[in-house]
């Protein structure tokens, strides 16, 4: 019955492509509407990252993963309210033939708008510390590599609470984006991938998506991603100018990244949405230089910080409530 309200309540959408190798043809213009804007609470976002590190790793099948299914559930329906909450629930086959059980989370805010934008992140955790020099078979709590994204968007959903956005919003959480082994890119985006083929509103066509992937470690850098460039340059340059403007330039830098596989490409390709990637990394000439914390046991809330994620927020409560300029 939810999927079916969220089905009638969204299927007034215009549905839209853009060309899946060519870049987007829009023009992202954001300029200021001048609009009140709310206070985001890096506070807020670190506490929602804590809860979900203290259920254990979120690897799939793991009693943790269990739990913080719940727990998302909880918040979002808390924020959302139950009608306009949808847990996409569907099954993959695991590397030891094992079925795993994963759920896609799907909030929607102002869903009587057909006007609308979705933010994403993965809420699953590596299921092996492969970059660690101990315990390389254990799974990992993902304090920056999942859980950062996520409290961000819950941080979000609680603002929508209070102040509804003045464009429709839909938050995503990927399931099964991290449960791949290096190499074989079969089993990574699990998630996206089932919702990209699967959309719960067919013909679905928001202006855009942002996916938000280790928002949060300290001393973050998040250069111009190379597939957002490739599917998405004038979205990327227009955030990044937001960013500028609000002070954040040290943050989201003016500099032209490696390419990244991670769930915008899937979404790019399949739904031809254009999704860029928020992301921190290093680039390089031999690829893209992760944190040292990335994918061993060191991704925990000490490399957790309140002033990456206040930055990260600020400038997408500015984007929502300031910058863009409603059609309705």
């Not at 790793?57 to 959302?80: F, I, M, S, V």
């Not at 111009?224 to 990044?240: N, R």
Request: glycine content about 10%.
């Amino acid at each position: 019955m939810i999927k079916l309200r969220i089905l009638l309540l969204l299927s007034g959408l215009l549905f839209f492509l853009i060309s899946c190798e060519g870049g987007d043809q829009q023009q992202f213009s954001f300029e200021e509407q001048g609009q009140e804007v709310p206070e985001f609470s890096a506070d807020s976002a670190y506490q929602f990252i804590g809860q979900q590190l203290s259920y254990g790793p979120r690897n799939p099948n793991a009693e943790g993963h269990k739990l913080t299914k719940e727990y998302l559930l909880n918040r979002l329906q808390d924020y959302a309210g139950q009608r306009y909450v949808f847990s996409q629930q569907f099954t993959a086959q695991g590397y030891d033939g094992d079925s795993l059980a994963l759920s896609n989370i799907i909030a929607s805010f102002n869903p009587q708008s057909s006007d609308r934008i979705f933010l994403c992140a993965h809420w699953d955790t590596r299921p092996r510390a492969d970059k660690d020099s101990l315990n390389q078979d254990k799974p990992i709590l993902g304090a920056d590599d999942g859980g950062s994204g996520v409290g961000v968007l819950l941080e979000l959903a609680r603002i929508f609470k209070d102040n509804p956005p003045p464009i429709g919003v839909d938050i995503v959480l990927f399931d099964g984006e991290d449960y791949g082994r290096e190499g074989d890119f079969s089993k990574y985006f699990l998630g996206s991938r089932h919702w990209s083929e699967n959309p719960p509103v067919k013909g679905y066509s928001p202006r855009f998506g942002i996916l938000l992937d280790m928002v949060g470690g300290k001393n973050a850098r998040f250069p111009k991603e190379g597939y957002s460039m490739q599917f998405a340059p004038g979205l990327v340059e227009g955030i990044w100018d937001v960013a500028e403007d609000k002070g954040y330039s040290n943050l989201f830098i003016s500099e032209q990244g490696n390419r990244v596989s991670d769930d915008h490409l899937v979404i790019n390709r399949i739904l031809g949405i254009p999704t860029i990637n928020i992301i921190h990394y290093s680039p390089s000439n031999n690829g893209a230089q992760f944190a040292s914390y990335w994918h061993t046991h060191n991704d925990d809330m000490s490399i957790i910080s309140k002033k990456t994620l206040n930055g990260v927020g600020e400038i997408l409560v500015e984007l929502i409530y300031n910058r863009i300029e409603g059609s309705n």
